[in-house]
């Protein structure tokens, strides 16, 4: 097993992503690449509509489509393979989420 750092933007400060995963041994650059494309669109779904992010509800549908294109455009991923330090601070910060959710 082989693990990738990769980064999602949306195109608005600090409304993206980022994390450590693992990806299968086969997985060549284009598969990686692929993939971490369509977990930043994925992503950005929870985001489209955000009236935070200067959608408007009060437009037509068309203007609203435009929104939405011109919001998705802004979408990327990046990724790198992850370092040995990469992996220990994701697998420390994994580990401290799953305690403080056992002492709530």
Known sequence: MRY???GIDIGYCG???EGVIS???NYDDNNIDMMVNDM???YADSWEGDQRLGFDDDVSEEEY???VED???NVSGWWEWATD???DDYLML???LDAAETNQ
């Open 15 to 17: 409304c993206g992503d």
């Open 23 to 25: 990806v299968p041994d």
């Open 94 to 96: 994994e580990d401290a």
């Open 4 to 6: 990738i750092k990769y």
């Open 40 to 42: 930043a669109h994925e």
């Open 85 to 87: 330090q990469d992996l």
């Open 65 to 67: 489509e435009q929104q």
């Open 71 to 73: 919001f998705r455009a």
